[in-house]
């Protein structure tokens, strides 16, 4: 296929011509996902049906927990459903749906993580302003303007992407990802989208400086603390998040730092699935093991009785 204009479908990358290792695939990817949604799903309900957790930070943290249930939603399915049909096609129009949401719900997720640090920052640092400063009304603000700004990220990365002319069909990659996409161009006008993702890598570590500075400030103001019990509660509380930020740029990091190769790699699979499915299924569990409150609430959600509060005890 010559062009753009004459695609009706992209080929993707398989994972191996071998029927059993595609067997195989598929039910690696079954168990990720599952863990990834149950984990997610179990957040969202604790946080939802507790009502001492309608606050600010579980307001947010259930934003996050729809976000990464996304992204996952996004690449998994169509991968597993590739595996074990052993068709790597995806329709033109499934690949822009693809690049488009995948964006959308990241972008949304590193935005929603910037937002955290700040109400973080202000719970530690200005706890007496507080309630007003992080109010009903400016949490669904803020929350609303990640949400927004994230569509029109991604509807402009996705425009960039595809006003493009390509020469190829076959993307060596098991998803639509823009790298990938960008190299398989005729024109020129690919280097409009190159000069959005170089922008989009400044912004990104924009927001990442801006996180780091706003811990040095919250780890400065809990060392102040006397209260060694109000010390644990403040850090049971920032941990888990800075722990979260940290995951997601070290793996993006570890995936884009590798020198960039025309040919496929079977480093590649390994590769992408550290960055695009690990950190939403670790992220749940991340925030359970030192959050004394969401696991009462999951204690509370799943009805496990004693055995369930000694169980998370341990953990």
Not at 191 to 212: D, H, N, Q, R, T
Not at 277 to 282: A, D, N, Q, Y
């Amino acid at each position: 296929m010559s062009n753009s204009t004459s695609m009706s479908t992209f080929l993707l990358w398989e994972f191996s011509e071998i029927r059993e290792v595609q067997i195989l695939y598929f039910f690696l990817f079954l168990a990720l996902y599952l863990t990834t949604v149950t984990g997610n799903l179990l957040i969202v309900a604790a946080i939802a049906l507790d009502h001492h957790l309608h606050t600010p930070m579980y307001f947010f943290l259930t934003n996050l927990a729809l976000m990464d249930l996304g992204i996952v939603s996004v690449i998994v399915p169509k991968s597993m459903a590739n595996s074990i049909m052993n068709n790597w096609s995806i329709p033109y129009s499934g690949c822009v749906a693809q690049v488009f949401f995948y964006f959308f719900f990241v972008a949304s997720d590193f935005s929603l993580l910037t937002v955290m640090a700040h109400d973080r920052y202000v719970a530690i640092c200005n706890p007496l302003q507080y309630e007003t400063i992080m109010h009903k009304g400016a949490c669904l603000q803020m929350a609303a303007i990640v949400w927004i700004s994230s569509l029109l990220y991604a509807i402009v990365h996705t425009c960039g992407t595809f006003a493009n002319t390509f020469c190829s069909y076959a993307v060596n990659q098991f998803f639509c990802e823009i790298p990938k996409l960008l190299k398989l161009s005729c024109s020129d006008f690919y280097l409009f989208e190159i000069g959005l993702i170089v922008l989009s890598c400044f912004i990104a570590l924009g927001c990442f400086i801006f996180i780091i500075v706003t811990y040095m400030h919250i780890f400065s103001t809990v060392l102040r603390i006397p209260s060694v019990h109000g010390k644990k509660k403040a850090l049971s509380t920032c941990i888990p998040h800075l722990t979260v930020v940290s995951l997601l740029m070290i793996t993006g990091f570890f995936a884009y730092a590798r020198p960039p190769t025309d040919a496929p790699s079977y480093l590649d699979i390994p590769f992408s699935m550290i960055y695009t499915i690990i950190p939403p299924m670790l992220n749940p569990y991340i925030y359970c093991m030192r959050n004394k409150e969401i696991k009462t609430a999951l204690c509370k959600f799943l009805d496990f009785g004693d055995s369930s509060k000694t169980l998370f005890r341990v953990i």
